[in-house]
């Protein structure tokens, strides 16, 4: 950094090159280069911060112009390419550096919304402040109105403050005249640092007409009258070449600078008023800048965060992985988490980028991240991502107010609706809202007014998440999951276990102690250790198939039901859960590549897992648990490996049987009960009492409809709100608890209703846990997937059917996109919530790593399946072949 703070030292400067720097600030205004055009544009200053890499030079205008008249050159900064910027040294401004080193710029790319002056003549306005008018002045207004400008002339510093304040008519530009000393009327130091203490008129241009011994006399009065808040100082001469020169130059400079500024604060308004959370930093992750958004979603002042390293902020603490990709220069999109001011996450779909001001290096890094209504105050595991479904946050953030005494009067009528006799939950809800609004300021108030209005609607929980309402990134993702969460409305037949049912098994014909022993040894060494794994996360369901040519489910579901004791809960023996077993996987088509035996033993593995989680075993009893691997083993029975809108397209049966709603869901369901219930030797259910197999029916038949994707929203919103409680504790703790003595048995979901939601939850995790798996396995089954839907595609088109997914074209779709899109709609935040519910670490460790995975590969523009195999460094079993075990 250079600083002259005297003539000499400018001096020194002028022997060296300007060039060497790459910010200037001169007469205070502040100054970067372009590398690209070589132009000297202004540049808004923010206080405190260092920039690292920039070579700053602080000259003083007068001292400058004073040294080229006295060297007899001309200014090296051409004032032809520089922007003025208003002063900034003030020492009462927020922005006033307190030593050049804490010198920093923000950069803000202003330059490319200055607007042509002619665009904007409100601001040629003069006001000329002087006791005393003279030939210098009348010079000037002369010269002034010729160029077309406004000239108006007060007499003293009061006259001259009003005009300002006035509002309207607010010049643009004030000429003071200083060259009268004892000059009682005109206070030019006063004039000046009453106008910049208003923040209103800090782009107002201020010229100080002095005398002209005044400048090479005393060098201290120069710096005075800088410092006070005057951008400019000009001799006094009647020579009207001189005022034209002076004057075109305020309006090529100063004006176009001031309207230039007013943008600028109109992009800073649209930053405030905008839905995005935008963050910017510097190079070294610090904040430079945060909109309002921000402000409201983390719940921090801006003061709170200017100057704070990024990672502060960051919920998970590692955000390397963003800051190293933005180091080299690479755009960063994704899930980023933050942390908010109460200590809640908030998850943010975003897009980070370098952005480079001037220079050819970064400047700075932009952080614009889409938010939604949902993300703020939400419990951990919320769905603030699904930015699909996002709020209208106008209101809340909204200065108007005016729309209080319609908002009153709206409170008063629903608050009547407590006194109708049909009262539901949904108006007893609305009418407490109300009455917390009573004695709520006037943003609470606002925010209420918001839920009260989402509450009144009747879809809950599906309305805004209709795919017309979701913007999708890429046409895959849109044909994928527009795919999957749009059909025809489906009922979920709702299932009530009152807290006094239980396992009510008839009898216990069978000898179930050897039970297990006796299936064990029919299996083959290999397969006995591989099952000793299936209840590790990372247990290779394809090898199993593998060892049991092809017939997983069998042996992994005797595995595992007898680990739960699934027979001593049916009162069924080992013979029957084999049989049942072997012909329910019959029934999965072994010639789809995806929807086969392996998956669904792929599902159950996963249910298994979730089974032993704690707080699902304290919710859980053993019918729970029974329900739940029996939905898991038959959960896609008899799938065709095409979609139910394939199937509806195609007026298949199935189709027209269940007319064309939750058409394969109600199948998988349908044929369970069908094919277990028609032969005694395979009926697992036949030791139960009525009224247990009632319960278990319901329950089998709620999870297997809760797998259905139209649904996905509705039950991943109900999950968070009803059952991911803790947090919401642990804001607000009750009777003098402190978060810690509320222990997960007094917080956990107990409601019938509540543990249908989590064994919801359940099976959707475990049927859509693929991409949370090893990477090997995810990968496999990505490419499973995708062939199941490219076959898809083939058959509608050969048989001139709607195409559902026509971005599924074996030649041309990006594996990696697909991925990517699945994940970040359907997979991240179920996966998040859940684990905030479970706590599974190691599934989220390979969602995370797979979802890089496939970013990494998307950027190199990887494509097919057969080059993302290559870059596995094993191979990975075959996909199935046609030959069926149907
Ligand atoms: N890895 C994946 N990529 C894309 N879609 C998937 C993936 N895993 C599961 N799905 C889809 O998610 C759906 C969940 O319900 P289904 O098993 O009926 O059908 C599944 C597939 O259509």
Redesign the pocket.
């Known amino acids: 950094m250079g600083y002259a703070s005297n003539s000499k030292d400018v001096f020194k400067y002028r022997h060296e090159s300007i060039e060497k720097y790459n910010i200037v600030t001169l007469d205070h205004r502040v100054y970067s280069k372009s590398a690209d055009t070589d132009e000297w544009n202004v540049r808004r200053p923010v206080k405190n911060s260092g920039t690292a890499g920039n070579r700053i030079l602080i000259i003083l205008t007068a001292m400058w112009d004073n040294c080229c008249r006295r060297s007899g050159s001309t200014s090296d900064l051409s004032r032809e390419t520089v922007d003025a910027y208003s002063p900034i040294n003030r020492s009462d401004s927020p922005l006033a550096p307190q030593t050049p080193e804490n010198f920093n710029y923000y950069m803000f790319g202003c330059s490319k919304y200055i607007q042509d002056l002619r665009s904007n003549p409100m601001l040629k306005k003069i006001l000329i402040v002087t006791s005393k008018d003279d030939s210098v002045w009348q010079s000037v207004t002369t010269t002034a109105r010729n160029l077309d400008w406004a000239v108006n002339r007060v007499s003293s510093s009061e006259e001259a403050l009003e005009c300002f304040h006035k509002g309207n008519e607010v010049p643009a530009v004030a000429f003071v005249d200083c060259r009268h000393q004892n000059d009682k009327t005109v206070d030019a130091h006063q004039i000046a640092r009453s106008l910049r203490s208003i923040r209103k008129n800090a782009h107002v241009v201020l010229v100080a007409l002095v005398r002209k011994s005044f400048v090479v006399r005393n060098e201290k009065d120069v710096t005075s009258i800088l410092t006070s808040g005057f951008n400019k100082i000009i001799v006094e001469t009647c020579n009207k070449n001189v005022w034209i020169k002076e004057l075109q130059q305020l309006e090529k400079e100063d004006i176009s600078v001031r309207s230039m500024l007013i943008q600028q604060d109109a992009v800073l308004a649209a930053l405030d008023k905008t839905k995005d959370l935008v963050i910017i930093t510097d190079l070294k992750h610090n904040i430079q800048y945060m909109n309002k958004m921000g402000s409201i979603v983390l719940g921090y002042a801006p003061e709170d965060v200017v100057n704070q390293p990024l990672a502060v902020f960051h919920q998970l603490g590692d955000i390397d992985q963003i800051t190293k990709k933005l180091q080299k220069n690479i755009e960063w999109d994704g899930k980023v988490s933050w942390k908010c001011k109460n200590g809640e996450p908030v998850y943010l779909q975003c897009r980070a980028f370098p952005f480079r001001s001037f220079g050819k290096e970064t400047t700075n890094f932009i952080y614009v991240q889409e938010t939604i209504a949902e993300g703020h105050g939400y419990p951990r595991g919320s769905v603030p991502s699904i930015r699909k479904g996002s709020y209208d946050l106008k209101s809340i953030n909204s200065d108007d107010f005016s729309f209080k005494g319609a908002q009153s009067a709206r409170r008063q009528s629903l608050a009547k609706l407590h006194n109708l006799p049909l009262e539901a939950p949904i108006t007893k809800v609305i009418s407490l809202i109300c009455t917390a609004q009573e004695n709520s300021n006037d943003q609470v108030v606002q925010i209420l007014d918001k839920v009260v209005d989402i509450l009144r609607v009747t879809e809950l929980y599906s309305s805004h998440l209709k795919t017309e309402n979701i913007k999708f990134d890429d046409p895959v993702t849109s044909d ?1 999951i527009g ?2 969460i749009t059909q025809g409305p489906m009922h979920v037949t709702s299932t009530r276990r009152s807290s006094n049912d239980s396992a009510t098994v008839k009898n216990q014909p069978y000898g179930m102690g050897i039970a297990k022993m006796n299936f064990m040894t029919s299996v083959t060494p290999q397969i006995k250790e591989l099952l000793d794994m299936s209840l590790y996360w990372d247990f290779n369901v394809f090898k199993l198939e593998e060892l049991s040519m092809k017939r997983p489910l069998v042996h992994l579901g005797m595995n595992l039901l007898m680990h739960f004791e699934v027979h001593k809960t049916l009162g069924c023996d080992e013979r029957t859960l084999h049989a049942w077993l072997t012909v329910i996987e019959s029934h999965y088509h072994a010639k789809n590549t ?2 086969n035996s392996t ?1 669904a033993a792929d ?1 159950l593995q996963a249910t298994a897992m979730f089974l032993e989680k704690d707080r699902i075993k304290r919710l859980l009893d053993q019918l729970d648990e029974a329900c739940c691997l029996i939905a898991a083993i038959t ?2 029975i008899d ?1 065709p490996g095409k ?2 809108a394939f199937l509806c397209n195609s007026q298949n049966d199935l189709a027209i049987l269940y007319n064309d709603i939750s058409v ?2 109600s199948h998988h369901a349908a044929l369970t009960f069908k094919l277990t219930t028609r032969d005694e030797r395979l009926n697992i259910f036949k030791g139960l009492e009525k009224d247990t197999y009632k319960v278990v029916r319901q329950n089998i038949i709620d999870m297997i409809l809760a ?3 139209t649904k ?1 929203f509705e039950h991943l919103a109900k999950f968070v709100s009803v059952c991911n409680k803790p947090s919401s504790l642990d804001e607000a703790p009750v009777d003098g608890l402190t978060p810690s003595d509320v222990s997960p048995e007094t917080i956990a979901p107990t409601s019938a209703e509540e543990v249908n939601l989590v064994k919801r939850m359940l099976i ?1 995790c475990a ?2 846990s ?2 949370t798996r090893p990477l090997k396995m ?1 990968v496999e ?2 490419k499973r ?2 062939e ?2 490219f076959n898809q595609t083939d058959e509608e088109k050969i048989n001139h059917l709607p195409v559902v997914m026509p971005m599924f074209d074996r030649v041309t779709c990006s594996i990696p996109k ?2 990517i ?3 970040d709609y ?2 991240n935040d179920m996966f998040e919530t859940w684990d905030s519910f479970i706590d599974m670490p190691e599934m989220l460790y390979y969602m995370r790593s797979n979802y890089q995975y496939w970013k990494d590969l998307e950027e190199k523009g990887t494509i097919s399946i057969n080059e993302i195999c290559k870059t596995m460094t094993t191979t990975l079993p075959k996909i199935p072949e046609s030959s069926g075990n149907h």
């Open positions: 994928l795919a999957l995806y929807h998956h599902v959960h896609d799938h979609s139910s394969l869901e797998t259905e994707m996905h959707k049927d859509v693929n991409p995810c089954w990505a997937i995708a199941e839907y697909s991925q899109g699945f994940m359907i997979i």
